[in-house]
């Protein structure tokens, strides 16, 4: 941690900090320079990082040198994290389709669409029981109705299932039913919630936040790896900026910036970030050339009657002939779906 | 509820909205202008609004005219609510000064606080007893030893106090301590928690979210009252954007458009907005100017050794001379604190 | 437009709308709703969008149908326009590559960077002799001395060139030189040089504003359009976000809604989006998957002294390298370089 | 400045980066942490930055100390600066109100306004002869006529007037008829036009940009500066965020950072930052009370029937009431009008 001091720092204030920065372990190195001293905080920088330093008199600012996340970092692990969902792998060579309503609506729907993204190709089975919805007056999902029709929907296909999860209550219900278990964008930021599927031994798939820098999104990440479960999926579905023709904007370099600083997998889902089926081919295709390890796409067997996100849900026929166009793009990528 | 046709809507198509406007129960109500047909749907809006009307073939737009909140609007209730604080009221004419400590972090210190903040002129006392973190690494709180000391310096002070909750389990616990439950920025859409406080019968002040509209946030609120808990305070505690200046862009034009949108008492939280404590004085100024109901500010004996926001917090003379300002303030705007 | 009243409006405040709109040449069409009266002004929208109806008394929104821009709207003209530099074709099946360095700095390293990026495939060549700094103390570029550089590069290897117009008094100078004009992001809305290019006979490349919209980017291609120059080609450089990760967030859903929205090429710049260069790779590839026409590479034969945007420029054999993949992307896509 | 090296950086790395830091005249400071080294560059940071240190092998980052900016820093000029604005300060105990239609529209509204603005007690005299419009289709301003009757308006008044440059070739002209030239925001970054205002001697307010950070306006403020005009008003409107519920989002924020960074007097414009006149009155008494020297207001006679701004701008009547408040603001605050 590099410590910049205010031009008219005294050596008393500057003492004061040597002080600080030794008391918690590390040592303190100083520059003199023409207009401002600055000092290096060489040790564990994790020591230091819970002192507010930029108001102990003298200070001007605080530079952190390492990043606050660990265990996730492409630094502390080389190689590309593979993460096994009932046999199926996310994050090696094999891309990842997961494919579903937004909510499982009943049963019949459910298992209609399952059948159609498993003949499409799909990898794995989406669909919501639990519904965060901005609306009171919305609809709100199934609750473990929902989850049977997937566990049903999974039985007959042989996709695993992805499914949501809002409230801690119910974790065990969810660890039961589910293969892979969906922290929402909304609760990207429920540190509780985060700690506690950090306790569970079966893959998370964590939303990126609406206002969430890469960086934030990562440290939660670390919330559920330093919990004891390294079995993390990070999805990027698009932030809100002031641009507002499409429903969030997809920030694609994303891709690129997570597979830099970490070794998780990274998934886009085309669906909520634009908001609008019809471009949903485009972000799709981006989203594997810009190194995406998968997708995740909502379908519907009549999105006109969905009860949710119909506008961006593709019809399985169109669902059909993009997994044409991607089973191409992977093996152009050398890859495959 | 409009809804414009694309210049090629066909008369099939046209007719098709038609019945989904009337199987919804409202009338529609045809315009043929020169270059497009405008279809107006006269009735209760709520009805279509879960219909995905924008993917019927042959819709380019829909343009709701009804806000979609309704319990919390200012057209539902034309005077301002104010809300009861064992006693203390809030959005009335009578400014609310919310302070303390981010965190509790043991008796001494918040006993200190409290007593400082209470001879300062504050009217609520705050303290985190559970406290979100974006690192997994950072203090988390006291929990319910927190709460005892809370409840402690209420009876020492007179006090009603304010404290977040983070996880719906602790409803109950919440709900026996504080007088005022603070759902944060991070639950905002945390909406099975918005329920279940919305079954209390107990104030619930609710912050914006960091990149919640306030229409979203009005949303939330509508949550909350329409499960049967009318004693929302709203929040406004900045928003994410580019500038990185400041903790947060403190959006100062949300307290006449929240006044104006909705009756509900409005308050600033200049503390998270700024992140830093010589901004607090400024921005607690333009908060009341700008018609706020009140203040949550954060002061801590010791900022140095804060184990939470400490750049952000006020030493009690600090925010003494700050209350003497404000008090000042109230007077000149006809309120008083 | 659609004009929707207060619930309180009178029959006066009505009429004397209606009066609005009728002297503006358009007709009124009154819906009564059950909480709200709603009125249509049929006929040209253009006519009433000048007229602040908003402050009307008794009306509370307004809500335009119609697109702001027409001439350059897809609704006006189906097929795509290709745009021709020099006999090089622009938004058409072919993809247009240009490169270059940021600044020309000599006649040396432009020269050096021409060969090697035609070598390498490019069709037009980049490079700024006027350059917009951030900082007074940056280069600011050679002026007319770059410009005779940039024509010598076009003699020699054949590459049409682009190069960024400033200030409209080099409107001439420029015209000259260039093959193609461009307008950089800070002047996307120097609305007096979009005219004056206007008048020119020659292809103009856009570049999108950090905080412009999709719609204000179309709306600034407009006033170039209707001042009588057609050939305009929109770029997607990346926006202003909190996300400081990169330089700025590519809006890659920018091009097929650029695509929707409008009949003109649209290429992408990944430097500037990135601005770094070892994201370039994947933003590329993501940008032709997502059906641009076009990119825009910064390349230097030594970034690590350039004079400007060093960090996010491309070495000659790297930006080789990238052609090659770029080359097979295309092919599959079915397009060509 | 600090140079964060890599984990893996080699010595001859280090080296290299050592050679480029002493080759720009600064010295080398090398510290070895456990996990990295870090180098600081001691000396005049400016020989550095215009040197791509973050693509140099080895290294990770690049910190600066400094801030880019200089003649305008508080650090360069500990006291406020004044502005003389023929006869009337800008930027002392006194606050300015500058007022005035958004266009010139013919000779009868602006001597009207003027005579109003005046009686009501504004010490400036705003109105725009060049007009910025979004729309080719808008209004565009009357040019020289305008700005005859801006002088026509000040001989009978006497208030000095303030008017926006958007072209270079016009300087000539506005400084003929200007007492304050603004740059607006869309031309904050048009350097040419920065550099030449810098060569007059003339008060210049600068807006900041829509998607400007502080300090960008800062930056653009050192231009004019170090061109050798030290009379700049720094202009805070609002910025471009993800809420629409106002036309920009005002940074209140942005008037204790501007005046905490520079000695440049600070005034706000909520006009175009709310975009709707019935928050303009909350807001500039936020404005005041966050410590702005002044605020500039947008007034017309007729909104209803304004050519540019209508929504925003306050009738005379409304003009003068907010006036009385903001007297008796400027003396509770200790200042005056």
Redesign the interface.
Known sequence: M?I?LK?EATQAEIDHVVSKIESAGLKA?I??????T?I?A???E?AL????L???PGVDRV?P??T??KLVSR?FRKENSVIDVRGVPVGGRKITIIAGPCAVENRGMLLETARKVKAAGATLLRGGA?K?????????GLEEEGLRYLAEAREETGLPIVTEI????DIELLDRYADVIQVGA??M????L??EVGALNKPIMLKR???A????LL??A??IV??GNPNVILCERG????????RN?????????MK??SHLPVIVDPSH??G????IH??S???????ADGLMIEVHPD?????C???QSLMPERFSRLMDDLK??AL?LDREI
């Open positions: 590099i910049v031009p190195h520059s003199r320079g023409v207009e401002r600055v290096g060489i040790g564990d994790t990082r819970e002192i507010p930029e108001i102990v530079l040198i390492m606050p996340f630094e639990f965060p919805r901005t609306s009171p007056y919305s609809f709100q809002m409230d801690p209550r909304r609760n930021q429920n540190f509780r985060l700690k936040g609406l206002s820098t890469i960086k934030d440290l939660s670390e919330y330093s919990n932030i809100r900026t002031f641009e507002t023709f499409t904007t997809i920030d694609i370099a994303a891709v690129p910036s830099d600083l970030a634009a609008r089926w019809d471009f485009s972000i295709m981006a989203s594997l050339a810009a190194g999105p006109e009657n969905a009860l996100d119909g506008p191409k793009m152009f």
